[in-house]
C-alpha cells in the first residue's frame, strides 16, 4: 500500500510538472507546429542556425542514400558526421528524428527534456526525504529555472538535452553512497545517457564535482566512528536499505565510483572513441586561453541580476557581464534564492545540505572564470578543464543546488506547526509582510517598482525590487500558515509553489518567441539555379541566402557551414584562401567572402564553380562573371512579424578545378611546422601544376599531368571515381582529409593521404582505375565492441538477484 501510494504521488507530480511545462512554454502550446526560439537576431540561434539541419541531416542520409550518416560531404569540404559531439548519434530520445520532421519536432523535444529535469528534481527530493509538496516545488524550480529557460530560447539542443539528466545522475549518486548493489551500473547508464546527448562540458563539471564528494565522504567514513546500529523497532520503522547519514565505507564508495565510471567508459566507447579523435584535430585541441574566457564568465556586475534578470537587458539586447543573456544570466527566481539560503540555515547539519551547498558555492565562484583565481588554479592542475571555453555554464549546476535547497527551505516552513516557537515566528512572518508590503506599495507610488542606482559618472541604472519584495510577502505568508496547523502549513507551501510558478514563467515569457513552420522557405530560385547547374562543384554562399538546412536537403555542395569546433585542417585553408580578419566568421556563413582579396589558385582548388553574395550592387571581378541578380525571403520569420527579401547576386568562376582531378608533381609540406608557415604553404601552390604533400609515394620519373576525373557516384559515405592516366600520379579530390577514409581499386586498397596539408590525395599507377573511396569512422569498429560487451555485463549485473542467499543488515 505505501508503495502504491508512493507512486500514485509520482504520477501526479509527472502530471502537475506537465501542466507547469505547458504554462511556462504557453507561447509553443499556442502554435504547437511553430519553432521555440528567443527574440535575439529575429529568431536565429541554435536551433534554426544548426539543430534543425543536424537533426533532418540524419533523415535525408537514410531516405535518399539508404545509409547510416557516418559522414556529411556537403559543408565545409566534408565533416565526420559520427564523431562529431553535436551530432549525438547514439542519444535515444535522438532517433526519433529519423522517422520524424525536425522542425515539428525539435522544440517538443526541448520541452520534453524540461519536464524530465523536472520530474528528475521532483523524484531526487523525494530521495532526500522531502515531502511531496517540497519535493514538487523543486521539480518546478529546476524545470523553470532561468538559465535552462535562456538556453532554450537560443537553441541550445544538447546542452539541455544533457542538463536533464543532471537530477538522475545526483538520484543514482545516492544510490551509490547507500551502498546499493544496482547503483553502479544504474550510475554508469545515467551518466552515459548524458554524455550520448552531446554536449560534454556540464557533464565534466559535475563529474569532477562528483569525484571530490566522494572523497570527502570517503574521507569522512574513515575517520568517523560508526553509529549504534539502530535497534530493531527502528528497522521495522524504517526498510531503507542503508540511512542517509550513515555511510557505507570508504573503500565500498571509492570502488563503488572507480567502477561507475570504468562501466560508463565501456558504454559510451562507441562515441567516446570517435569524439576523442574528432577532437585531437580540431580547433580547440591545445586549449583555450584564460584571456578569451573572460568573455564568457561572470563579473562582479552579475549579482545584480540575482534581483532583476533584465538589469542588464534581456536577450535581444544585452550589454551586461558575459557577453549574451543565455551565456550570463545569473538569476535563480527570488523566491527560489530565499527558500535556497532558508534551507541552508535551517539544516545545515544535514549531510546531503552540506554536500549540495558546497557544490553550488564551487560552482558559482568557477562560473566567474578567470576573474577569481580559483577557477585559475582549476584551469591549471586539472586536465581538460581548458577545453572549454565559456565558465559561465557553472550556472547549471548552480540551478539544480538552488533547486534543491529551495525544496529543504519549503520543507522547513511546511514543519513550524511543530515548533514550540511557532508563536514568535508567526508574529515575526505579520511584521515581514507588513513592512515590505507598505514599501512596495510607496514603491510603485513613487517610483513605477524600480530603483535608480548610480554605478558611474552619468550612468543611471534602474533596478525593479519588485520580484524579491513579493517573494519575501510569499515566504511571510508560508511562515504564518505554517505555524497555525498542518493543513494550513501544507497550503502554505501549496503557496510558495504557485508564486514560484509565477515567476518563473513570467521570465520564460518575456524571452521565448515561436516561428511558424509555413514561414520557413522552401525552394528558392537560388536552390532552383544551383540544382540545374552546380552539379559535383561547389558554391560559396552564406546562411542567409542558402542555409545548411536548405543545402543538405537539396544535396548541394557549399563551401560553408555552421560547426562550432571545426577541424583544424580546415581552419588553415580558409586562413590561406581568405586573408580577411573574419575569415572564420565567413566559413560558418555569417559574413560575406572578400573575393577582391581572396587568392584565386585556392578558390579553383576548392572546385567553387559560383559564388552568391548578398548584395544588390553590380561587382567586376577578375575570373568572374554576372549570372543572376534578385531577391528572396528570408529564411523565417518570427510570429506576428512580416519576412524580410534579401538579394542576392551570382557570380560564376570562369575557370573552376573540378573536385576530383589528377596531377602528378608534389613539393615537400612538413605537417608539423607552425601554423603560419603551414598557411603560407598552402596560399602559394598552383594546384594544377603541384600539390604539397608530406610524403611521395610514387616512383620517380615522368608524372601526371593534370587532368579532370570523373565522379561517377557520390552518397556520403562512398565515392566512386573514374581516373585515366598517362603516367604514375595522384588522384585529387577537394574534400577535407580525415582518418577513416579508405581507397580501393578492384581487391587493391590504396592509401588516402593528407594533399596541400588539409585535401586527400591517393596514389595511382598509370592506366585506367576505378576508385571506391568509403568512409568507416575511426575507432568505430573498437569502441562498438567495447560498448556491447559492456552493455551485457550492466544488464548481467542488473539482472542478478535482489537477494544474496545468506541476508545482511544492508538487506
Known amino acids: ?16 510538472l506537465a501542466a507547469f511545462s505547458g504554462i511556462c512554454f504557453q507561447t509553443l502550446v499556442l502554435n504547437p507546429t511553430d519553432v521555440l526560439v528567443g527574440p535575439q537576431d529575429q529568431g536565429h540561434n541554435d ?127 545516492e544510490f551509490l553512497i547507500e551502498g546499493r548493489k544496482k547503483a553502479v551500473p544504474i550510475l554508469a547508464i545515467l551518466i552515459s545517457l548524458a554524455f550520448f546527448s552531446g554536449h560534454v562540458q556540464e557533464l565534466f563539471y559535475l563529474l569532477l564535482f562528483l569525484t571530490a564528494s566522494i572523497g570527502i565522504e570517503s574521507l569522512i567514513a574513515l575517520i568517523q566512528k560508526r553509529k549504534p546500529q539502530q535497534s530493531e523497532q527502528d528497522l521495522s520503522e524504517n526498510n531503507e536499505l542503508v540511512a542517509t547519514n550513515d555511510p557505507v565505507s570508504a573503500a565500498t564508495m571509492s570502488r563503488g565510483w572507480f567502477f561507475a565510471g570504468l562501466l560508463t567508459l565501456g558504454l559510451v566507447a562507441i562515441d567516446l572513441i570517435p569524439v576523442s579523435i574528432y577532437t585531437q584535430q580540431a580547433v580547440r585541441s591545445g586549449g583555450i586561453d584564460l584571456k578569451v574566457l573572460q568573455s564568457g564568465s561572470l563579473a562582479a556586475p552579475s549579482l545584480l541580476q540575482l534581483l532583476d ?110 515548533n514550540s516557537a511557532r508563536k514568535r515566528y508567526r508574529n515575526f512572518a505579520i511584521v515581514c509582510f507588513t513592512a515590505v508590503l507598505l514599501f512596495l506599495a510607496s514603491l510603485l507610488i513613487y517610483s513605477g517598482g524600480f530603483v535608480s542606482l548610480n554605478l558611474n559618472p552619468g550612468q543611471i541604472m534602474k533596478l525593479q525590487l519588485i520580484s524579491i519584495m513579493i517573494a519575501v510577502m510569499g515566504v511571510s505568508a508560508a511562515v504564518f500558515s505554517a ?47 544551383l540544382k540545374e547547374n552546380l552539379g559535383q562543384h561547389r558554391v560559396l554562399v552564406g546562411q542567409k541566402l542558402l542555409s545548411d538546412r536548405e543545402a543538405w536537403k537539396h544535396q548541394i555542395l557549399k563551401v560553408q557551414g555552421y560547426e562550432p569546433v571545426p577541424l583544424v585542417r580546415l581552419g588553415l585553408l580558409a586562413a590561406a584562401t581568405f586573408p580577411q580578419p573574419d575569415a572564420a566568421l565567413m566559413m560558418a556563413g555569417y559574413s560575406e567572402p572578400q573575393l577582391n582579396t581572396a587568392r584565386p589558385p585556392l578558390l579553383n582548388l576548392m572546385s567553387i564553380k559560383y559564388a552568391i553574395l548578398q548584395t544588390d550592387q553590380k561587382i567586376e571581378l577578375v575570373g568572374w562573371k554576372i549570372i543572376e541578380r534578385g531577391t528572396i525571403p528570408e529564411e523565417f520569420a518570427l510570429r506576428n512579424t512580416e519576412s524580410a527579401h534579401v538579394p542576392y547576386l551570382i557570380l560564376e568562376n570562369t575557370n573552376p578545378i573540378p573536385r576530383a582531378f589528377l596531377t602528378g608533381k608534389t613539393k615537400p609540406l612538413n605537417p608539423n611546422e607552425p601554423s603560419k608557415q603551414i598557411v603560407d604553404s598552402i596560399a602559394n601552390v598552383q594546384p594544377r601544376d603541384e600539390i604539397l604533400m608530406s610524403q611521395d609515394l610514387l616512383p620517380a620519373g615522368k608524372r601526371q599531368t593534370y587532368q579532370a576525373a570523373e565522379i561517377l557516384k557520390a552518397t556520403p559515405n562512398q565515392l566512386q571515381i573514374m581516373a585515366e592516366l598517362d603516367a604514375p600520379g595522384y588522384l585529387v579530390l577537394s574534400d577535407i582529409f580525415y582518418p577513416g577514409w579508405s581507397a580501393r581499386v578492384k581487391t587493391a586498397d590504396l592509401p588516402v593521404l593528407p594533399a596541400d596539408f588539409s585535401l586527400r590525395a591517393i596514389p595511382l599507377p598509370a592506366g585506367k582505375h576505378q576508385i571506391l573511396l568509403s568512409y568507416e569512422p575511426p575507432g568505430f569498429k573498437i569502441g562498438r565492441i567495447i560498448t556491447i560487451t559492456t552493455l551485457a555485463i550492466i544488464l548481467i549485473l542488473l539482472l542478478m538477484p535482489l537477494r544474496s542467499p545468506q541476508k545482511t543488515k544492508t538487506d
Open 1 to 16: 500500500m505505501q508503495m502504491s501510494s508512493r507512486l500514485f504521488q509520482h504520477m501526479i507530480a509527472a502530471l502537475v
Open 47 to 173: 536551433t534554426t542556425n544548426q539543430f534543425i539541419a543536424f537533426k533532418s541531416y540524419q533523415k535525408f542520409c537514410l531516405e535518399q542514400h539508404d545509409q547510416f550518416p557516418f559522414w556529411n560531404p556537403y559543408s565545409l569540404f566534408g565533416m565526420p558526421w559520427l564523431g562529431s559531439p553535436q551530432s549525438s548519434l547514439f542519444y535515444p530520445p535522438n532517433w526519433v528524428f529519423f522517422f520524424s520532421n525536425a522542425l515539428t519536432t525539435i522544440s517538443w523535444m526541448l520541452i520534453f527534456h524540461h519536464w524530465w529535469a523536472g520530474w528528475g528534481a521532483y523524484l531526487l527530493g523525494r530521495k532526500y526525504k522531502l515531502s511531496f509538496f517540497s519535493s514538487l516545488l523543486s521539480g518546478i524550480v529546476f524545470l523553470a529555472a532561468p538559465y535552462f529557460v535562456a538556453k532554450t530560447g537560443e537553441g541550445h539542443y544538447t546542452s539541455i538535452t544533457q542538463i536533464a539528466w543532471f537530477p538522475w545522475i545526483l538520484y543514482g549518486y
Open 309 to 418: 534578470p533584465f538589469v542588464w537587458g534581456g536577450p535581444d539586447q544585452y550589454r551586461g557581464p558575459g557577453g549574451y543573456y543565455w551565456e550570463a544570466v545569473c538569476y535563480f527566481g527570488c523566491l527560489p534564492v530565499l527558500l535556497a539560503c532558508l534551507g541552508c540555515l535551517t539544516s545545515f547539519k544535514n549531510r546531503t545540505v552540506i554536500r549540495l551547498t558546497l557544490i553550488g558555492l564551487g560552482a558559482f565562484l568557477l562560473a566567474f572564470g578567470p576573474h577569481l583565481p580559483f577557477y585559475t588554479l582549476c584551469y591549471k592542475i586539472i586536465p581538460g578543464f581548458s577545453m572549454f571555453r565559456i565558465p559561465a555554464r557553472m550556472m547549471w549546476i548552480c540551478s539544480l543546488v538552488i533547486a534543491m535547497l529551495a525544496g529543504f527551505g519549503s520543507e522547513a516552513i511546511a514543519s513550524l506547526f511543530l
Open 483 to 529: 505555524c497555525l496547523s498542518r493543513k494550513t502549513a501544507i497550503g502554505g507551501v501549496i503557496l510558495l509553489c504557485i508564486l514560484c510558478s509565477w515567476e518563473l514563467s513570467l521570465h520564460s515569457a518575456h524571452i521565448l518567441r515561436t516561428i511558424p513552420q509555413t514561414s520557413f522557405r522552401e525552394e528558392t530560385k537560388i536552390i532552383e539555379f
